[in-house]
Structures are given as C-alpha cells and as structure tokens.
C-alpha cells in the first residue's frame, strides 16, 4: 500500500537554489482534486491538463506559440515592436520579410498565422501570410486583399508560428 503525505506548503528551508522534487526517471507527478487528476507532468517534461469541458486533455508544450513577432512593416529594416523566440528580422523589399528565429523548429511543418493592416477601422486592407517555413525562418508576405495581390508594406503586421521546437 501506497503511503499518503498531506502538507500546506512544500519549501526550501536550507536556502539553496536546487531543491525540489526529486522523482525517479520513470515517474510521473499527478495533481489530484477531489480525486480526479487535472494535470501530470512525465518525467519527460511533458506536461499534459484537463482542458475546459473537464474531460479531454491537452499537451502544454503543444498548445504554446513557438514564436510570434508584432512589428511595422513600413519602418526601415521592419524592427520588431515585440516578439519572442525571434532573433531578427530582415526587410527583403515591399511586402516581403524573413523572420529568424532564436529557437529553430523542429520540422518545417509548423503552422503560420500572420496578419497585416494599415491602421485605422476603414484601412483594414492588408493581407499577410508565410510564404515557405525553413527550421530556422520563415518568409512572410504582406499584400492587397481588395482584389489585388500586389506587395505593400503594412504598418501593423504580425505573425504567430506554432510546432515543435528542435
């Protein structure tokens, strides 16, 4: 029979930084309500919740953006506003950007979503969408979507990358 520890609060009280729950390899650590288990983490990392209807479950790291970037396309050299997992970008002329990032992808597989407008509510015209995905970048265009494909330049542009990192 399986011994059962009940405690408030599990802390460091020797004050150094390494401390922690220390599993062997093959274990798994359950967190239990009302006995019902609504999260695990394996000894593999991966970390499995009970989504909202309280019956499936999701993999965190799979459900995680990878990378996203938020940036002025109509700036020189397209500086990102704000990102993560993105090391640089690089503005390769009208419309057309490479986003690199500092974590490269697992796979080329990953999916892309990316948006562009000009600014303002009757200036919704603009268009955007990953060109090709390498590992480690992923072209991204910007374009007309009134009918027209042309390239421009957008001044709120961004693009969200999800898969698995390498």
């Known amino acids: ?9 599990i802390f460091n ?16 650590i359950k967190f239990d309500i009302a006995t019902s288990t609504k999260a695990t983490m394996a000894s593999t990392g991966i970390v499995t919740i009970v989504g909202e209807g309280g019956t499936n479950t999701t993999n ?13 396309g109509t700036a020189s050299g397209a500086a990102a506003r704000d990102s993560l997992n993105v090391s640089t970008m690089t503005d390769r002329g009208t419309g057309k950007f490479t986003i690199t990032f500092a974590t490269v992808m697992g796979n080329t597989n990953y999916n892309s979503v990316a948006s562009a407008t000009v600014g303002g509510e009757a200036n919704y015209n603009r268009s955007a969408g990953a060109a090709s995905n390498a590992t480690n970048f992923s072209y991204l265009n910007t374009f007309e ?8 330049d957008a001044a709120y542009t961004s693009a969200t990358f999800h898969g698995d990192l390498a």
Request: proline share 0%; no cysteine.
């Open 13 to 28: 009280a020797g004050g150094d930084q390494d401390s922690g729950i220390n599993l062997a390899t093959n274990d798994t």
């Open 145 to 152: 979507s009134s009918g027209n494909t042309a390239l421009v």
């Open 1 to 9: 029979m399986a011994s059962e520890l009940k405690v408030d609060k």
């Open 60 to 72: 965190l790291q799979q459900g995680l953006a990878k990378a996203w970037v938020n940036f002025d």
